[in-house]
């Protein structure tokens, strides 16, 4: 069975840092890409960071400089490391897996942790 779990989520002042973790079972963890979204009420979900099988980062504008990705593939866990934390990036955060192989594409999702950045 195929299971994200992200955790690590939780209440933090502006200027604070949590780190949130997101661990793959049930498939080939290091095969995937894995990608951090995240989305508040009434809006879409917005991709925050990514990192490929090689470990080849990407970031949005709105979080470089203070958002770090990183992977595991021994512990089947990838982490985003969140630093200098502002009211805006209050949300739910996503884990996303994804693959892309011909006629076998795969993207899975976890449920989420919410983060809220709040004094």
């Known amino acids: 069975q195929v299971q994200l779990v992200e955790s690590g989520g939780g209440l933090v002042q502006p200027g604070g840092s949590l780190e949130l973790s997101c661990k793959g079972s049930?498939?080939?963890?290091?095969?995937?890409?894995i990608n951090w979204y995240r989305q508040v009420p009434g809006k879409g979900r917005e991709l925050v960071a990514g990192?490929?099988?090689?470990?080849?980062?990407n970031y949005k504008d709105f979080v470089k400089g203070r958002f770090t990705i990183s992977r595991d593939n021994a512990k089947d866990t990838v982490y985003l490391q969140m630093n200098d934390l502002k009211p805006e990036d209050t949300a739910v955060y996503f884990c996303?897996?994804?693959?892309?192989?011909?006629?076998?594409?795969?993207?899975?999702w976890g449920q989420g942790t919410q983060v809220t950045v709040s004094s």
């Open positions: 990192i490929k099988t090689d470990g080849i980062r």
């Open positions: 049930g498939f080939t963890f290091s095969s995937f890409a």
């Open positions: 996303n897996a994804e693959r892309f192989q011909y006629l076998d594409d795969r993207s899975y």
